[in-house]
């Protein structure tokens, strides 16, 4: 909506009252139409009736604009009654963007960039999780679905990462309010940072932003920070998504009621590829005792050796197997996954009176993912209104309600992860895992059976939360409106992991279990006055001034049980020893901004921005800190010609000056119990974390610049964005070394920068047949180059993560792009040849930079074909660059599964496993080519191949056809004498065509989940495809 | 007109009002907001020192997975050999610059600091004292296996970054003044009385006072390359002392008792359980030969995935196979879940003092000293073999008449027989699973008792030309203290082992 501007003045001669009716295309009254009087200052609203009075000379024009609706003006006859009936115009639609704190402005007055989401893409994505359906939709925005299981969580990250260690993130703001999109999972700490393998074997809960009904929003734009984002301070230092929810129209007759249901199955999308012509063991013979496939190969015709006593069956008694033809089953894991299937129904209801409307929904949920057992349920309340209680004060409310209930498994080396390693070729996946007592049937003490797992084992969660606010608006006066908005995100997170009683992974396999209980509290209180003044006939002023109160409470209880004592009762008092932690942040950021906006003759923009905050997790004496921004906009082309070729030009341009504050409690150091007790005696020790008294906020600068052009009439639409970005000051933990007796100090230091280019070109109609075909294209490309700039003095660099396996790091490295992967590389001399070692095999060199996860551009093609009543659109994602460790490989290398084995070596005389390789490279000792034929063995691979990382740093460029959507909307005269409106049926399809060079699954998947450490492969549920059905009716 | 005037002003006036006292409210309760709900700025002193004495106790006879080096040095004396995974890396000296060892040590010894200035400040003596005798013990143990480390500039924080390695002459010389500060501290009047905190000794002062005269007499006798005649002269003195400060009995000892649950199951448990060090060959075919009691209470016959095995070893550098060998659990004195580890005892003060008596050239002593020694671990050990038997319905007699036996043919000797070789490998089989101390034996001796030591061999070859004498600096060392040493290999000889 526009922002009135209402002043009257004293009038000449012949000026009289105009009054009429405004209504749409359909006939219904239009309230908000701005009835402006041409080349004067002299404006007027209508009012809830569409009617409007306003003060003209005779044969002055009106101009009647409305936001969706052609511009009308109509010279003032004799007669003083003027009703005009509007006509749509989708094409404006666009061209307004709801910024920060709720606030629509038109895309064309803004300096910065903003870009709006296809809500519809949304809803047709049939993605549970809200982030995953941005992807692709939006550039400079980077997705990474963790993987295929319902409840895999989603990172995003808006123009590259800029916090080395901290959040970066973006936020997520419903109707004004901010929202919490944190990522929980089970371990004691609520972190997994990849520090230690063993945070690959936690279950990583789904981002919080998912808990969102999709179906329930209007509008959704996605501010990239700097300038944007300036006005929400801190929180938003990485950008911010602003979504608006469904409200539901005033003056509508009836109501509308929608209803909706769809139906997805989803399959595994990419499998990676095994050998099967190795049997279990080790160096070329059996073993009962080995999880290895480095056993005989099937093409000897294999038996048992004598005296061999395994469980062959899975039925919990052992077989004397010797001289039997050892089995073969194909396909294992492939047939570990099942098809998974969904079923989403929505139901709304809104409408609306002259003074007030409401929406209300319901929403269900339910996924059952490629994993047995693996399950994800989501229901949606929400309701929504606001009424006009007179013609200056509104109120408005609303509370969404969801509850999900999910069930999940562990990856890496606790979970599926590990017994998918190694199931070897002897049995059947589909074997049982329990025998008739229910009693494990598994051969080792070590490695856990994946049937296992997702039958007797499994997270349950359960999340409750409800967002919601309350807000009013008064206008004081003309140029003064007071807002006032209250929210609140609370949510109760309930985990609850038992692992029974022989669950192999447990101390002494004697099970054990953890509950966890997470109360979370975000409250948001928002004031501020608003307004518009017409300073002179070409320069309007708008103005934003205001204060708003953030507190955060987040507290996490979590209570261990180890040693269960009786079997299949799973209560925490089944635990022979509980010990417990509870973590509780509190947080309050305080602050207050202001935005002034200048509007010269409608082609010359110019915004300010400041803003304060103070945070209570800086120290007292500094705590304060003030960021500005700047931006500006310059509609060249109404300088120019009403001209066919270019219709719209618009150069723009920003910087603003960001800042985020200290993690909580980083200004004292600490003592922290450890538990359990020792012989019965508590300790407390020393925190290995030393904190800073003087520790200052992190500091971020950022500019943008860019140009906005219709071509041919609005045929061709082109938006084009040069940004650039550097962080500094971050608040990092600077490693100690031990001896200093502790293992880091927080300090400020460390510098990054990211920028890039975003360009969007859309092409409308371009057919522009007249038989009703219309072809619409658009791209979107983005492109970001990130450097670490500096770190802390004295190091090489700082320590993201670390992969499952062989200890390859994730890093930001000076000179290199955050995200650097560091590990061992195959020596090789400075022509780039392999330096062999006696042997003729490869050596290595370590901390060598093997790659980095950051893509070098990202393109998406989203086409739009109708006809009638048909639509196909999808989107078509290219993808180069970017890296990917694939850490499953070396799992399947070790147990000697992966196709990369196939070619071994056991003994010269064995036909079917003696493959030697000449490398070709030069022997270092005496310069000359090798010509030495290495074997293959065993230990050649778990050794020497397995240990040169730069084998598993595979690069992750594909082609993408991420969805496909055909609908089919009913003909409106089918419907006519009937009380349907409208039906459409629309037939989705994700993620249904990848193509790419990566050897593993889907290489969109990350081990640990949503954060900073991304970029490896482990062994957990592929990443899928799915296709299905949806019906949407509206009443 | 006028209306709109007056609630334009009042609107104004309570928008400012109702900022104003969001703010005011706001700067009070930052602090309270800031200050960490779940970990206190301060605890007492008993608490702290549990935990200080914990975690340096803990590291002797860890496992976890390949990265302390008190449990792993056991393939260098070769009492334990490498079966697969790190057990056969180390085996063949690949040596990774690990942190485990060094990190937890040097984060306990900064409780046991805090423990120290703040009991010094609150004249709590036997804390101070308790805690400087166990510091001394920790840096005894990572000088023994690195050589020189940072300790005058250590534990400081950001304030010293960089800390400088100390020699380590200077570290020995920093664990004598910690043993004798210690010894004085523990007679001083003090304000609290150490207790049940102390989980190892309960509290009572004598032990700590007997055991500090004890790592005395350990660490004097380090010095026999260095200075032979003055070393024995010391160590025997301490030997005194200990002996009268009661240091006699197992009662004195210091051990990490286990109680067989959660993390803690002794380690040797651990290594029952995932088998990456197995009974090494020379050593086990020295037990069959000489027809040692103590065989049946090291070593078990069946192996852990059951396979009934007897007692056989595995040669130390071959490697992983199929076959399996006798581990160490899960039952006997060492294996068991609930097993004591043994750290510091009063049959390696014996040694001690027949080395040092052998040394100063007093045989006789020597000799008696040697034979109680032997008597002394028998006696300790075997007891649990015999509760194995009793409970097989083995011959518990024939046992007990091969303890007596052995000690007719070992434990008897007199001042013309005793030599240093008897004594260091009577030694050596004594200090099973003290590995860090035994090493320290073997390369002061050179590697040449007991004398079928041997460089391990590996397919065929030797896997190096020498000996290990050390292990590297841990990485994050090398990485983030410009001060640590460079150029370092595993065959680097350390000060204390050489002769000048």
């Known amino acids: 909506m526009l922002f009135a501007t209402l002043v009257t003045q004293t009038s000449f001669a012949q000026e009289k009252t105009i009054t009429g009716v405004i209504s749409d295309n359909k006939g219904l009254p239009l309230p908000g139409v701005n009835i402006l009087v041409k080349d004067t200052n002299k404006g007027a609203q209508s009012d809830f009736d569409g009617k409007y009075s306003i003060s003209a000379d005779t044969g002055s024009i009106l101009i009647f604009s409305y936001l969706g609706f052609a511009n009308q003006e109509v010279t003032v006859g004799q007669s003083s009654q003027i009703d005009v009936s509007m006509q749509e115009d989708a094409s404006e639609l666009e061209e307004v963007v709801v910024t920060a704190f ?237 098809k998974g299937t969904r079923l989403n129904t929505n139901i709304s209801v809104s409408g609306g009176g002259e003074k007030g409307r409401f929406y209300v929904s319901a929403g269900n949920l339910n996924h059952e993912g490629i994993v047995k057992n693996d399950t994800y349920e989501r229901t949606n309340f929400t309701i929504k209104g606001d009424y006009n209680i007179t013609d200056k004060f509104k109120i408005g409310g609303m509370a969404s309600y969801s509850n999900v209930n999910t069930n999940s498994f562990q990856g890496g080396d606790t979970g599926i992860g590990n017994g998918l390693t190694y199931w070897h070729h002897m049995w059947d996946i589909n074997r049982p895992w329990v025998d008739s007592n229910r009693d494990k049937v598994w051969f080792s003490d070590f490695v856990g059976d994946p049937n296992w797992i997702i039958n007797e084992e499994g997270e349950r969660g359960e999340v409750n939360r409800t967002i919601g606010n309350i807000n009013f608006s008064y206008d004081i006066a003309d140029w003064m409106k007071l807002n006032f908005r209250s929210g609140i995100d609370t949510y109760s997170d309930q985990k609850r992991l038992v692992r029974p009683i022989s669950s192999v992974n447990t101390t002494g396999r004697l099970g054990d279990m953890y509950e966890i209980r997470i109360n979370n509290k975000d409250i948001t209180n928002n004031v501020n006055l608003s307004g518009n003044f017409v300073l002179n006939e070409d320069l309007n002023l708008s103005y934003l001034v205001g204060g708003d109160i953030y507190n955060s409470r ?172 550097n962080t500094v000051d971050q608040v990092l933990p600077i490693p100690l070394t031990s001896t200093t007796g502790f293992a880091e100090y927080i300090d400020n230091s460390g510098k990054v920068t990211n920028n890039g280019i975003e360009a969007l070109l859309n092409i409308n109609d371009f057919i522009k047949n007249s038989h009703g075909i219309v ?155 090798s010509t030495i034929a290495v074997p293959l063995t065993n230990t050649y691979y778990h050794n020497n191949y397995n240990a040169t990382d730069e084998n598993f740093v595979e690069d992750t460029s594909w082609v993408r056809l991420r969805t496909l959507n055909l609908t089919y909307n009913l003909p409106s005269k089918i419907l006519e004498n009937t009380f349907v409106n409208k039906v459409s049926v629309t037939f989705t399809g994700r993620n249904l065509w990848l193509d790419t060079n990566y050897s593993g699954a889907d290489p969109e998947t990350s081990g640990l989940g949503a954060g900073n450490v991304q970029g490896f492969n482990t062994i957990t549920a592929p990443n899928t495809k799915s296709y299905g059905m949806t019906v949407k009716v509206q009443f | 007109m006028k209306t709109q005037n007056i609630i334009n002003y009042k609107n104004i006036f309570l928008f400012i009002f109702s900022v104003l006292t969001v703010i005011t409210s706001c700067s009070e309760e930052f602090e309270e907001i800031n200050t960490d709900p779940n970990n206190p700025k301060e605890v007492d002193i008993p608490l702290v020192f549990t935990s200080g004495e914990r975690s340096i106790l803990y590291k002797y006879g860890r496992f976890t997975n390949g990265t302390d080096w008190d449990l792993w040095c056991g393939l260098w004396i ?145 010095f026999s390359i260095k200075n032979p005649s003055g070393s024995a002269t010391a160590a025997l003195t301490a030997v005194d002392n200990a002996k009268s400060a009661g240091f006699t009995e197992h009662a004195y000892d210091l051990i990490f008792p286990y109680e067989g649950a959660d993390i803690y199951l002794n380690g040797y448990f651990h290594l029952f359980e995932n088998n990456q060090m197995i009974a090494s060959e020379v050593f086990m075919n020295t037990l069959i030969n000489t027809n040692d009691p103590r065989k049946e209470a090291y070593w078990n ?200």
Do not use: C
């Open chain 1, 554 to 725: 987040y507290d996490r209880l979590f209570v261990d049980g180890q040693e269960l004592l009786t079997k299949d009762f799973f209560d925490i008092s089944n635990a022979k020893t509980v010990t417990s932690n509870n973590l509780d942040n509190n947080k309050k950021i305080f602050g207050v901004f202001s935005e002034i906006t200048l509007d010269y003759k409608s082609f010359l923009f110019l915004t300010l921005t400041g803003r304060n905050d103070w945070s209570s997790t800086l120290p007292e004496q500094n705590n304060s800190f003030f960021y500005p921004s700047v931006s500006g906009g310059f509609v060249f082309s109404n300088l120019l010609n009403d001209n066919d070729i270019l219709s719209f030009g618009k150069l723009k341009g920003s910087w603003a000056k960001l800042g985020n504050d200290a993690p909580n409690f980083s200004l004292q150091s600490v003592f922290a119990r450890r538990t359990p007790n020792v012989g019965g005696q508590p300790q407390f020790t020393i925190s290995n974390r030393q904190n800073n008294p003087n520790i200052k906020p992190e500091l971020s600068s950022a500019w943008e610049i860019g140009g906005e052009f219709k071509f041919l009439n609005n045929l061709i639409g082109l938006d084009i964005t040069y940004y650039e970005r």
């Open chain 2, 78 to 222: 070769q009492t334990f050999a490498g079966n697969h995974g790190n057990g056969v890396n180390y085996d063949l000296y690949d040596i990774l610059p690990n942190a485990s060892l060094w990190d937890r040590q040097y984060d306990a010894l900064n409780d046991l600091k805090i423990v120290i200035s703040l009991g010094t400040e609150r004249e709590a003596w036997q804390h101070v004292g308790a805690s400087k005798i166990i510091s001394a013990l920790a840096l005894g143990t990572l000088t023994s296996h690195y050589g020189g480390i940072p300790w005058s500039e250590a534990l400081s924080g950001s304030e010293n970054p960089n800390p400088k390695f100390d020699t380590q002459e200077e570290i020995y010389n920093s664990m004598f003044s910690l043993l004798s500060e210690g010894i004085t501290d523990l007679d001083k009047a003090s304000s609290i009385t150490l207790g049940e905190e102390d989980f190892v000794y309960n509290g009572d002062v004598d032990k700590w006072k007997a055991l500090a005269y004890a790592l005395e007499a350990r660490y004097r006798n380090h």
């Open chain 2, 301 to 500: 016959t069946e192996a852990t995935d059951g396979t009934v095995v007897g007692y056989t070893g595995k040669s130390n550098g071959f490697g992983t196979d199929n076959a399996s060998y006798s581990p160490v659990g899960p039952q006997g004195f060492y294996g068991k879940k609930t097993s004591d580890q043994l750290i510091a005892t009063h049959f390696e003060l014996l040694f001690i003092e027949a080395e040092a008596a052998l040394r100063s050239g007093d045989a006789d002593r020597a000799a008696t000293a040697h034979n109680a020694a032997i008597i002394a671990q028998l006696n300790l050990v075997t007891p649990s073999a015999i509760e194995t038997l009793t409970a097989n319905g083995g011959d518990v007699s024939a046992y007990q008449t091969k303890i007596s036996a052995y000690i007719t043919g070992f434990a008897s000797e007199t001042a013309g027989s005793i030599t240093l070789e008897k004594i260091m490998t009577e030694k050596h089989k004594a200090m099973f699973t003290m590995n860090s101390e035994s090493w320290v034996d073997v390369r002061r001796h050179n590697y040449d008792y007991p004398a079928n030591l041997s460089i391990p061999i590996n397919d065929g070859k030797a896997i190096a030309s020498e000996f290990i004498q050390r292990v590297p600096y841990p990485e994050e060392s090398t990485n983030t203290n410009s001060n640590t040493p460079g150029g370092v290999t595993i065959f680097d000889q350390l000060w204390i082992f050489k002769a000048n």
């Open chain 1, 775 to 929: 072809v619409d294209f658009g791209f979107n490309f983005a492109k970001n180059n990130s450097e670490v700039v500096e770190v802390p003095e004295g190091l090489e660099e700082i320590i993201i993560g670390y992969g499952y396996w062989n200890g390859t790091k994730l890093v930001a490295r000076p000179g290199e792009p955050y995200g650097t992967f560091v590990g061992d590389k195959y020596k090789r001399n400075e022509s780039g040849q392999l330096l062999l070692d006696d042997n003729g095999a490869p050596q290595r060199e370590s901390n060598q930079v093997l790659g980095n996860i950051n893509p070098d551009w990202t393109l998406n093609f989203n086409p739009r074909v109708s006809y009638k009543g048909l639509t196909l659109s999808g989107n078509l994602e290219f993808r180069k660059g970017g890296d990917l460790y694939n850490d499953a490989e070396v799992s399947w290398i070790y147990a000697g599964l992966s196709q990369t084995t196939e070619d071994r070596f056991y003994d010269a005389s064995d036909v079917n496993a003696n493959a030697t390789r000449v490398f070709d490279g030069i022997i270092e000792s005496t310069g000359e080519r």
């Open chain 1, 102 to 338: 709720g606030i629509a402005k038109e895309k064309n007055k803004l300096g910065y960039s903003a870009e709006s989401v296809d809500v519809n893409k949304l809803n047709d994505a049939a993605e549970n999780n809200l982030v995953n359906a941005l992807n692709g939709q939006v550039s400079g925005v980077n997705i990474t679905d963790s993987g295929g299981s319902p409840s895999a969580s989603a990172n995003i990250v808006i123009r590259g990462s800029s916090s080395i260690l901290g959040n970066n993130q973006p936020l997520f703001v419903i109707d004004g309010i901010p929202i919490n999109n944190n990522t929980e999972n089970g371990s004691s700490s609520g972190t997994v940072d990849g520090t230690d393998f063993r945070d690959y074997g936690k279950t990583v809960g789904v981002n919080r932003a998912s808990d969102i009904n999709p179906d329930d929003i209007a509008s959704m734009t996605v501010l990239k920070g700097g300038a944007a984002t300036a006005l929400y301070g801190i929180r938003a230092v990485n950008g911010a998504i602003i979504i608006t929810t469904k409200s539901g129209s005033r003056n509508q007759k009836g109501l509308n009621i929608s209803l909706s249901t769809g139906y997805t199955i989803d399959e595994v999308n990419k499998f990676p590829e095994f050998t099967d012509r190795y049997a279990r063991g080790r160096n070329g013979a059996y073993s009962n005792l080995t999880h290895w496939s480095w056993g005989p190969a099937y093409a000897n015709n294999p038996t048992f050796p004598a005296n061999t006593i395994t469980d062959i069956d899975g039925d919990g008694t052992d077989d004397d197997v010797s001289g039997q033809q050892i089995p073969f089953f194909r396909d294992n894991y492939k047939n570990f996954w099942q």
